[in-house]
């Protein structure tokens, strides 16, 4: 069975992504305090009335155990200590390790959202851990509702270098039910990704809708 690492695991969106993945894979949900993380897996088991899936493949570890011991990783903290929390962890990523961000940049003057990332996120990563396949995905994901629902109806946009990399990618994603996995191209890209959950933010304050998403239709 797979291994997949959460990085900043103890927060909505990788608690979210643990009680999917578990059920097709063993998943480390790390933090940079073990007690943290043993927290959160404590707290999901009890909150999902812990089914036999989530008790034997939820695993609670460190940031660093999280990233060693995986074949592919999420990194789920906040976009102003994403890089710092790479740089921290360089030694522990292996070659050929898939390694997803989902930070997104977002910041708020008065109740406007704004995402304006000059250099993608995503592109310094890859710089810093050339040994990885970096990807950027689920930015427009609503953490919350991933958490709550068995099913979620959304697309989730991924960039990266290289089209294997997606492929491994889309098969962590299609294993959540609702979820559609859309080649965006390669990090070159990335920054656009980062700064689409400011755009969805607007849209939901300005137009009255709770949790909105992207679903693409073509005709
Ligand atoms: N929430 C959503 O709906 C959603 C959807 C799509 C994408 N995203 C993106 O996914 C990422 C995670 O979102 P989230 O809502 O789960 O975030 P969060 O709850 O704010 O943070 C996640 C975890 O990051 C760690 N963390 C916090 N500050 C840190 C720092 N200075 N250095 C290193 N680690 C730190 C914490 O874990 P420990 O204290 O246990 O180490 C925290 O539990 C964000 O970049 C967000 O933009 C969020």
Known sequence: MQTIGLVGGTGDLGRALAVHLCKKYKVKLGSRTISRAQAAVTEILQDKKGGSELR???????NNEAVSDSELAFLTVPYESALETVKSLTTEFQRGQTLISCA????????EFFGES??????QIQDVVPQCEVATGFQTVPAVVLYK????SSDVFIACNE???????????L?????????????E?????ESLTALLLNVGLRNRLKSPTFKIHSF
């Open 56 to 62: 034997q493949n939820l695993l609670p570890v460190s």
């Open 104 to 111: 997104a940049q977002v910041s708020k003057r008065g109740k």
């Open 118 to 123: 000059a250099v993608s996120l995503s592109k």
């Open 149 to 152: 629902e068995a099913t979620i």
């Open 163 to 173: 089209e294997g990399t997606f492929r491994k990618v889309a098969e962590v994603v």
């Open 175 to 187: 294993t959540i039910n609702g979820l559609r996995p859309l080649y965006v191209g390669t990090l």
């Open 189 to 193: 890209h990335a920054g656009q990704l």
